[in-house]
């Protein structure tokens, strides 16, 4: 800055100038910064211009993701260096929705594949096992249309045993926790309608399951589709025994 005069003074002009011509000078930068804000396009005003508003990137992400892809480090192993989750379908189909089912007083059981009618609706696609050392991932080869249920570590963290469930039935799997290889044990069927829950031994080398008897008898038939919508409407008094979303509409319930 020279003796008095600013360094953006022109040299040669006047030292003086009039009060109008120096405000002009001053008002220069202000002009050209409102010049550049109105070349900005400017986002539609959503109270007087209708039109589409995007969210920002990070939303519209967490919006278009599916939800079954989303996992959180759960079901660890027992040496803490691996865990597993499993991939939903979604929405259950609508074939599955209207299969048959047996309504026994809260107890909802798919009478054609001997297992919970909630397995049959709430389908799983995939298993995938997570590794903590490097975050890689292994995709269990799972057989076609077999869902897997009940999903249990060995204690040796080696090897996962879960239920398969599909149309034809519920069978015993064996999963390898490096490769993703399964095999089937054995072609008896399990009963899960009632214990669903798979236990090791100690040493990884066998597993307790509940089988599906021999001399089951045939499970009863139903009276097949309802021939009108069902229609309950609730009562307003207040009852002293508690109400339940099933009941024994019919002996085909009992």
């Known amino acids: 800055m020279r003796r008095g005069i600013p360094d953006w003074y022109p040299a040669g002009m006047p030292r003086r100038l009039p009060s109008a011509a120096l405000l002009a000078l001053l008002a220069l930068p202000a002009f050209a910064q409102e010049e550049k804000k109105a070349e900005a396009p400017q986002p539609p005003d959503p ?36 865990w597993f989750d499993v991939v939903g379908e979604g929405l259950a189909r609508l074939a599955d929705v209207r299969r048959p089912f047996l309504n026994l007083a809260g107890l909802q059981v798919d009478p054609s594949s001997d297992q919970p009618r909630g397995w049959t609706l709430r389908r799983n696609r995939a298993l995938r096992i997570h590794r903590m050392s490097d975050l890689g991932v292994v995709e269990v080869k799972l ?3 077999v869902s ?34 399964v095999r089937r044990v054995g072609d008896r069927r399990l009963m899960g309608t009632l214990s669903d829950s798979l236990s090791w031994s100690s040493d990884s080398r066998r597993i307790a399951a509940v089988f599906m008897p021999e001399d089951r008898p045939k499970s009863p038939e139903g009276a097949g589709l309802a021939p009108s919508p069902w229609v309950r409407v609730a009562d307003p008094a207040q009852k002293a025994i508690r109400s339940f979303p099933d009941r024994l509409e019919d002996p085909s319930d009992a």
């Open 148 to 181: 897997p249920q009940s999903v249990t570590w060995s204690p040796d963290s080696k090897r996962l045993a879960f239920i398969g469930a599909s149309d034809s039935g519920s069978h015993l799997y064996v999963a390898d926790a490096v490769g993703g290889q």
């Open 143 to 145: 057989p076609a249309g």
């Open 47 to 82: 109270l007087t211009q209708e039109a589409y508003i995007l969210p920002p990137p990070v939303i519209d992400r967490a919006v278009r993701t599916d939800w079954a892809e989303q996992a959180t480090v759960s079901n660890m192993s027992p040496d803490r260096t691996l």
